[in-house]
């Protein structure tokens, strides 16, 4: 059984920073990568970063240079580090697996999500 908690949302000031971090809990057989997913209100949800088990990364162009999605496999841990944060950026923050690894097509494991608000 697979469980991701996401945790290090909150609220924050344009221009400030946040880190996000899931842990996971269970095996994922294959080869899967990892992501955060934001929705805001109204609006659809979009991936805004992925990373595959080789550490290859994807963002989507408007977190480009200013967030970063890492992970730490020894922790089981994701995390997403958030800087020059914008109002824009207000959204719930998942965190997602997507297994086998398609890069962003076939999501099958989510957490339960962690508010960010940037203000």
């Known amino acids: 059984h697979v469980q991701l908690v996401e945790s290090g949302g909150g609220s924050v000031q344009a221009g400030g920073s946040l880190r996000l971090s899931c842990v996971r809990s269970g095996y994922i057989a294959g080869r899967y990568c990892m992501g955060w997913i934001h929705q805001a209100p109204g609006k659809e949800r979009e991936a805004v970063a992925i990373?595959?088990?080789?550490?290859?990364?994807v963002y989507a162009d408007s977190v480009k240079g200013r967030f970063t999605i890492s992970q730490d496999n020894a922790k089981n841990t994701l995390y997403l580090e958030m800087n020059s944060l914008k109002p824009e950026d207000t959204a719930m923050y998942y965190c997602?697996?997507?297994?086998?690894?398609?890069?962003?097509?076939?999501?099958?494991?989510w957490g339960q999500g962690t508010q960010v608000t940037v203000s």
């Open positions: 997602a697996a997507d297994s086998p690894c398609t890069y962003g097509g076939n999501w099958s494991y």
């Open positions: 990373i595959g088990g080789d550490g290859s990364t």
